[in-house]
């Protein structure tokens, strides 16, 4: 079930102008919509596009929800927006790969928390394909399993960990999560879960429990 409210709304609202303005401007490759970004992302959050792709993601939003507080939500679906549209602006491939990034950190942010996103932005499929070349960082791996998990698709959710195991090792160790206890916490999770829930997820219950015996020997 999806969440709405009247100031996630009213800001949504309020902004919605300034967004499609932005993309239209983007579309005819008109230089003024970098200003615009960089105007628009500075009143949401007090920094650059620029500044932002230079942050490690869990430090973004831990910066917007100190700032915003409750109306992070709808701010991060705009922050997202502004963040897709100026990686699809740029030139220079590894700032639009930073920005897409933590755009998909953010819209999963959202998207946990069973937020609806509104028709401008991007869905997590649309960024998922732009970085389909790249690895994700592991805060984003955690964040897309989580995901996953919270929209029932388990199969994916279990997919994910499994790429995540594979690349662990080319993931910077220090203050990464570890795939291993993550997997763990999600498959005991999903043992709490009904035998409909979980073949409905993709996931019957017998995988899940050879998936949790797996790391818990992995783990010892």
């Given at each position: 079930m999806r969440r709405e409210s009247d100031y996630f709304l009213r800001i949504i609202h309020q902004f919605t102008a300034v967004i499609m303005e932005v993309s239209r401007l983007n579309r005819h490759r008109n230089g003024a919509a970098d200003d615009l970004i960089v105007q628009t992302t500075t009143e949401l959050i007090d920094l650059t596009p620029h500044a932002l792709a230079q942050m490690r993601d869990e430090d973004v939003?831990?910066?917007?929800?100190?700032?915003?507080?409750?109306?992070?939500?709808?701010?991060?679906?705009?922050?997202?927006?502004?963040?897709?549209?100026?990686?699809?602006?740029?030139?220079?491939?590894?700032?639009?790969?930073?920005?897409?990034?933590?755009?998909?950190s953010l819209t999963l942010a959202v998207c946990i928390e069973q937020w609806e996103l509104p028709d401008f932005a991007?869905?997590?499929?649309?960024?998922?394909?732009?970085?389909?070349?790249?690895?994700?960082?592991?805060?984003?791996?955690?964040?897309?399993?989580?995901?996953?998990?919270?929209?029932?698709?388990?199969?994916?959710?279990?997919?994910?960990?499994?790429?995540?195991?594979?690349?662990?090792?080319?993931?910077?160790?220090?203050?990464?999560?570890?795939?291993?206890?993550?997997?763990?916490?999600?498959?005991?999770?999903?043992?709490?879960?009904?035998?409909?829930d979980l073949i409905a997820g993709g996931l019957p219950r017998a995988e899940v429990e050879t998936g949790l015996d797996e790391l818990l020997t992995h783990q010892s």
């Open positions: 939003l831990g910066v917007l929800q100190l700032q915003a507080r409750n109306e992070w939500p709808a701010r991060a679906v705009l922050l997202a927006t502004l963040l897709w549209e100026a990686g699809r602006a740029t030139d220079n491939n590894s700032l639009a790969v930073a920005q897409f990034q933590q755009a998909l991007p869905t997590v499929a649309d960024l998922l394909d732009l970085l389909a070349d790249y690895l994700l960082p592991g805060t984003i791996q955690r964040r897309l399993l989580l995901y996953y998990e919270t929209v029932g698709a388990f199969g994916q959710a279990e997919d994910v960990l499994f790429d995540w195991q594979e690349t662990a090792v080319f993931q910077p160790q220090d203050d990464s999560p570890d795939p291993t206890q993550v997997g763990i916490a999600f498959y005991q999770r999903l043992l709490q879960k009904s035998d409909e």
